[in-house]
């Protein structure tokens, strides 16, 4: 049986990343660079006012007062048109380019105007050389790296590459995702459980943990443990870049869900994963004619099995899919806070609740009733790995924890 660490390597050597395309940033919000982007000027492209006030000469104001000639009003978005002498100044504006000769910005609060002899009285500290200004190229020269392949584009990184001049950028896609329910045993959550059924929980999860990773979720419904309903379903859910299938995954007379998939044409890659929960976990690929491949993974249908193999093997896979550099879960240590004994004999992935207390991070792994008690995950931020079963563990331990 794999382990949890062969399977991510299975996943990453299988899922390629999506080909590049051209969006505008309107349409690239968390999207990830598939190339990286340099400046086309300089940042600032000039000697840029910070403060509302007047452009001095320095030298002029070393004791902090003087009394000024002004020469001109430099609004944002003009051009200085006069270049200063010792003795004058202009005003200017936040934002507005510093004319030649001047090197620091009085704010407008230190500054008495006499308009009648079109003249300033400064009354304020000593004014040092680029004070309230920002020097040209400061920021970013022009040819300057901006951001790099992989980055996630959020809205600051939007707004550095407009400022930088990429209106359009090389971004991967984010893959479309479908999810299938499988069971006899399952209803829609609105309705009323007849004996021996259950609602279908597991979809609307997954439909939101999908969201979470910025995917595009396409909820199938739920597929009857009947051949011909099931093998229509998968044939809807193989169009989509990944089919996720909840349930009929191991070894029972009606987990029907390995086989339907080996008739679609899909190959395995691997099946079974030494963890708990989440052993049947299911993996495979299909080669489309189109030349892009559905990626597809069966999942326990137990909904907390279900949740912990998205967030580890799913999750991993989709940020593959979209170009993230490093796509495996994010990995810190934290202290427990209580002992944990681990039973059976696999690596266990507890949900668990991070937290930060006295300076460092602690964990306190949640007690359920199986892999079936999805309310015990309500209170979960985390997942805590325990990497040897039937063992104790004591209060204080570090143990590795990934982030929910």
């Known amino acids: 049986m794999l382990s949890a660490q062969e399977a991510f390597q299975l996943i990453l050597e299988t899922v390629k990343p999506a ?56 609004y944002a978005g003009s051009v200085p048109t006069i270049s200063l002498q010792s003795g004058q100044t202009s005003q200017i504006m936040t934002g507005a380019p510093l004319p030649e000769g001047a090197d620091a ?49 959020r809205p600051q990184e939007i707004g550095a590459l407009a400022e930088t001049g990429s209106p359009t950028v090389k971004v991967r896609r984010a893959p479309t995702v479908a999810i299938l329910a499988t069971g006899d045993e399952l209803v829609a959550p609105e309705e009323s459980p007849e004996p021996g059924q259950i609602r279908n929980s597991n979809e609307v ?39 996720l299938l909840s349930g009929g995954v191991s070894a029972g007379e009606r987990d029907l869900v390995p086989s339907e998939l080996e008739q679609a044409g ?59 550099p490093s796509p495996r879960p994010q990995v810190q240590q934290a202290r427990l806070k209580n002992d944990y004994h681990t039973s059976g004999n696999r690596p266990t992935y507890q949900p668990a609740r991070l937290e930060w207390e006295s300076g460092e991070s602690t964990v306190s792994p949640l007690i359920t009733m199986g892999s079936a008690d999805l309310n015990s995950t309500v209170k979960a931020n985390a997942v805590a790995l325990f990497p040897t ?10 143990v590795d924890v990934f982030l929910w």
Not at 45 to 73: H, R, W, Y
Not at 111 to 126: L, M, W, Y
Not at 276 to 302: A, Q, T
């Open 266 to 324: 899909v190959k395995q890659v691997f099946h079974m994963v030494n963890l708990k929960p989440g052993k049947p976990l299911w993996f495979g690929i299909l080669e489309r004619s189109d030349g892009d491949p559905c990626y597809i993974f069966g999942l326990p249908g137990n909904p907390v099995s279900s949740m912990v193999c998205f967030e580890l093997f799913v999750r991993t896979a989709i940020r593959q899919f979209m170009g993230f």
């Open 205 to 243: 999860m997954l439909h939101a943990q999908i969201l979470q990773t910025d995917a595009k979720p396409q909820p199938l419904g739920i597929a009857r443990d009947e051949r011909n309903h099931l093998r229509s379903k998968i044939q809807e859910g193989l169009k989509s870049d990944f089919l």
């Open 105 to 153: 910005v009085v704010q407008i609060e230190h500054c008495q105007i006499d308009e009648a002899a079109r003249s300033v009285k400064i009354d304020t500290g000593p004014v040092s050389p680029g004070k309230n200004m920002l020097p040209q190229s400061s920021v970013l020269e022009a040819g300057a790296p901006v951001l790099a392949a992989g980055t996630l584009l």
């Open 389 to 398: 079963g039937n063992q104790h563990y004591q209060a204080g331990l570090k």
């Open 19 to 74: 080909p590049p395309e051209q969006r505008t940033l309107f349409e690239a919000w968390h999207c990830v660079l598939a190339e990286g982007t340099v400046s086309d000027l300089n940042i600032p492209p000039f000697d840029k006012a910070l403060m509302d006030g007047f452009a001095v000469k320095s030298s002029d104001c070393q004791n902090g007062k003087a009394t000024l000639q002004i020469q001109e009003i430099i």
